[in-house]
């Protein structure tokens, strides 16, 4: 059964960065295109960037330029840098798959909070 563990939410100001990892476990992690999701209070869970078996990448418009998604294959793991945060990036954070409907056991997701 995969196992999705994501980390490294938390409080940061406006204008600050975190960097999120998500630990699959239960499969072949490699051969799979992984995706990070958000969910806002009320909000409906959006695909905010993903990155191919092959590395390449893509992101939602809101958060090109700020966010960028890379993947070790070795450690099965896949991370979130964010950059110059705003406060409507507030939102729980999940990675899965992307773009499919054949998706993984969510995981627990990470909070982050951009806040003043």
């Known amino acids: 059964q995969v196992q999705l563990v994501e980390s490294g939410g938390g409080l940061v100001q406006p204008g600050g960065s975190l960097r999120l990892s998500c630990v699959v476990s239960?499969?072949?992690?490699?051969?799979?295109?992984v995706g990070w999701y958000r969910q806002a209070a009320g909000k409906r869970r959006e695909l905010v960037a993903h990155?191919?078996?092959?590395?390449?990448?893509d992101y939602a418009d809101s958060v090109k330029g700020r966010f960028t998604i890379s993947r070790d294959n070795a450690k099965n793991t896949v991370y979130l840098q964010m950059d110059s945060l705003k406060p409507e990036d507030t939102a729980v954070y999940y990675c899965n798959r992307p773009k499919t409907i054949i998706i993984w056991n969510w995981g627990q997701g990470t909070q982050v909070t951009v806040s003043s």
């Open positions: 990155i191919t078996s092959g590395g390449s990448t």
């Open positions: 239960g499969t072949n992690f490699g051969v799979y295109a």
